[in-house]
């Protein structure tokens, strides 16, 4: 079944886009908002029916009285606010409660939670996305060790994709956090450019399953915990380049943006197709000179009447009988086969002499 997941963000949500001090550049901040601005009208224009936010929490709700991997909003709204900006959205809950039940089917086992707030983590993406329709908040444990691991963020999010594709809903996902950023350590002002550089470059790739390689130790050396909620994103979007992608470094953060909005395309072209059902005696055939000794000495010895004898459309004999296997190919034919044929073919002839 296809995905409904139909387009996602991966968006920063430092509290410098609100505060705005004097150590802030100013046109790094513009560059931000810009780029989340233009990704959510992509993403709104989708039109879609589900909206869902992975956010990790600051170590604010979830600390002391318990830490879940995931936690899903199913109350039916959430408030907040910071630095004078106030934060309200409809929370979709009869959708986050079938959501719960749904992974526990799938053997996940998220808390959820009726009371949950909206802070900056949440406030400033949905924000400078545009986003007013309601939102179903993740919390995801990044920052109380021990945190779930990149894979199981990953499978998260997979599980998420089936759920909402077995429930009908066009989705977009949306990931808060990251790049690399160190708060409340003496390492806060140096992020890692050249790490986030590396691994920015591989999701743009569409390689989102880079991120399953990361583990918790490389994670905190980097200042990249909040990654957690990006994979969960990932494995929702699955392989896929994006749309539209900004990298504007500042000198406390690597503010890194992604957005998915066309459609997931699916025009790769296999160097190892499936078997075409018009080429199933075609490859049988190069399949019995691969493997049939008598039959590859009968070929050798007149190609055109092996052939003849052959039930094929006549482009196809032509092409066997010259062992033309860059036309075979073409055709759609599995490269191996008709590879191991001619290798196996090729013995048979006689060699050439070297020429004096």
């Known amino acids: 079944m296809r995905s409904t997941v139909i387009g996602g963000a991966m968006l920063p949500h430092a509290p410098q886009f609100f505060t705005l001090p004097d150590t802030e550049d100013k046109a790094t901040v513009a560059a931000v908002k810009k780029a989340g601005a233009d990704i959510g009208e992509k993403l709104k224009a989708l039109n879609p029916d589900l909206w869902i936010i992975f956010s990790n929490d600051h170590a604010e709700q979830f600390f002391h009285t318990s830490a879940p991997p995931f936690t899903i909003h199913v109350?039916?709204?959430?408030?907040?606010?910071?630095?004078?900006?106030?934060?309200?959205?409809?929370?979709?809950?009869?959708?986050?409660?079938?959501?719960?039940?749904?992974?526990?089917?799938?053997?996940?086992?998220?808390?959820?939670?009726?009371?949950?707030?909206?802070?900056?983590?949440?406030?400033?993406?949905?924000?400078?996305?545009?986003?007013?329709?309601?939102?179903l908040p993740i919390y995801v444990n990044a920052y109380l060790p021990p945190q779930p691991t990149?894979?199981?963020?990953?499978?998260?999010?997979?599980?998420?994709?089936?759920?909402?594709?077995?429930?009908?809903?066009?989705?977009?996902?949306?990931?808060?956090?990251?790049?690399?950023?160190?708060?409340?350590?003496?390492?806060?002002s140096n992020p890692m450019l050249d790490w986030d550089t590396k691994a920015f470059e591989r999701l743009?790739?569409?390689?989102?399953?880079?991120?399953?390689?990361?583990?918790?130790?490389?994670?905190?050396?980097?200042?990249?915990?909040?990654?957690?909620?990006?994979?969960?994103?990932a494995g929702a979007l699955g392989e896929r380049k994006p749309d539209l992608v900004s990298m504007d470094p500042s000198w406390h953060h690597n503010y890194a943006s992604l957005g998915w909005f066309e459609p997931k395309t699916t025009d790769h072209q296999a160097h190892y197709p499936n078997i075409k059902p018009e080429?199933?005696?075609?490859?049988?055939?190069?399949?019995?000179?691969?493997?049939?000794?008598?039959?590859?000495?009968?070929?050798?010895?007149?190609?055109?009447?092996?052939?003849?004898?052959?039930?094929l459309p006549e482009a196809q004999k032509a092409a066997l009988a010259a062992l033309n296997v860059p036309e075979m190919v073409a055709?759609?034919?599995?490269?191996?086969?008709?590879?191991?044929?001619?290798?196996?073919?090729?013995?048979?002839?006689?060699?050439?002499?070297?020429?004096?």
């Open 75 to 135: 109350g039916g709204e959430s408030s907040g606010e910071f630095a004078g900006h106030k934060f309200h959205w409809q929370v979709p809950s009869e959708i986050g409660f079938e959501l719960v039940r749904e992974l526990y089917r799938q053997g996940f086992d998220p808390a959820f939670t009726s009371t949950a707030k909206i802070d900056y983590a949440i406030g400033i993406p949905l924000t400078h996305l545009g986003v007013t329709a309601p939102v």
């Open 150 to 188: 990149m894979e199981r963020c990953y499978a998260f999010g997979q599980a998420i994709a089936r759920a909402v594709t077995s429930m009908g809903l066009r989705t977009v996902v949306v990931c808060s956090g990251g790049m690399s950023h160190f708060p409340g350590t003496d390492r806060y």
């Open 204 to 233: 743009c790739a569409g390689n989102l399953k880079s991120l399953v390689g990361y583990d918790e130790v490389e994670l905190d050396d980097t200042g990249n915990i909040e990654l957690r909620c990006w994979a969960c994103g």
């Open 279 to 311: 080429l199933v005696a075609l490859t049988s055939a190069l399949h019995t000179l691969a493997h049939d000794g008598d039959k590859r000495v009968a070929y050798v010895a007149d190609p055109a009447a092996y052939v003849a004898g052959l039930d």
């Open 331 to 356: 055709m759609g034919v599995h490269p191996l086969v008709p590879f191991l044929a001619n290798m196996q073919i090729q013995r048979l002839k006689p060699r050439q002499p070297a020429a004096e």
